[in-house]
């Protein structure tokens, strides 16, 4: 079955980066977008990026754009998120997730999740 894990998570001072990592099993990998959701705390699902499966297109929210950079090796079924610059805003839980298609139809869809990893940005 289908199974993503993230992992590289932690707390980091504002300004920081952190490089998370998503391993993906269970499907073909390089034929899916995959994109990275986050919740904060006391707050619904945001959807933070995606990546094409074929091109390795690359999309962005507004809030992260220019700081985050989202990245796959199909080689090694793993998905990435580079987060630089990381204010207290950004604390949240980071999820990787699975399109059901190669090129995202709409950005924030999917049909597969994983547990999260925990980023907390603070002094």
């Known amino acids: 079955q289908v199974q993503l894990v993230e992992s590289g998570g932690g707390l980091v001072q504002p300004g920081g980066s952190l490089r998370l990592s998503c391993a993906a099993s269970g499907f073909s990998f390089s034929t899916y977008a995959m994109s990275w959701v986050r919740q904060a705390p006391g707050k619904g699902l945001e959807w933070v990026a995606a990546?094409?499966?074929?091109?390795?297109?690359?999309y962005y929210a507004d809030s992260v754009q220019g700081r985050f950079t989202i990245s796959r090796d199909n080689a090694k079924n793993t998905l990435y998120l580079q987060m630089n610059s990381l204010t207290p805003g950004d604390t949240a839980v980071y999820f990787c997730?699975?399109?059901?298609?190669?090129?995202?139809?709409?950005?924030?869809?999917?049909?597969?999740r994983g547990q999260g990893t925990q980023v907390t940005v603070s002094s």
């Open positions: 997730a699975k399109s059901p298609h190669p090129v995202p139809v709409r950005l924030d869809e999917y049909d597969y």
């Open positions: 990546i094409n499966s074929g091109d390795g297109s690359t």
